[in-house]
């Protein structure tokens, strides 16, 4: 099994910046990805950016060049730095992890931009 625990949400004003982090632990021997979806309400769940083992990383269209992912891989954690953030970017954000092709998904954690 494979546990993920997720911080950093919040409320911030738009134009604002938010950290957000993933640690992942337990049944850990080899993580294909690691990244972040989120889940506006009324919206079904989206990617916003993804870590591959092999470097390969994807960014949806509506965060690039405003959110970075990065990953510590001793540590098994991911994180996703969002600046210029938008209240269109108002949504539960999850964790994903990829686990010898089972995935696994964060509680989620709110993130909400005033306006």
């Known amino acids: 099994q494979v546990q993920l625990v997720e911080s950093g949400g919040g409320l911030v004003q738009a134009g604002g910046s938010l950290r957000l982090s993933c640690a992942a632990s337990g049944s850990i021997f080899s993580i294909n990805a690691m990244g972040w979806y989120r889940q506006a309400p009324g919206k079904q769940r989206e990617l916003v950016a993804l870590?591959?083992?092999?470097?390969?990383?994807d960014y949806a269209d509506f965060v690039k060049g405003r959110f970075t992912i990065s990953r510590d891989n001793a540590k098994n954690t991911v994180y996703l730095q969002m600046n210029s953030l938008k209240p269109e970017d108002t949504a539960v954000y999850y964790c994903y992890v990829n686990v010898y092709s089972v995935v696994y998904w964060g509680q989620g954690i709110q993130v909400t931009v005033s306006s």
């Open positions: 870590s591959t083992r092999s470097g390969r990383i």
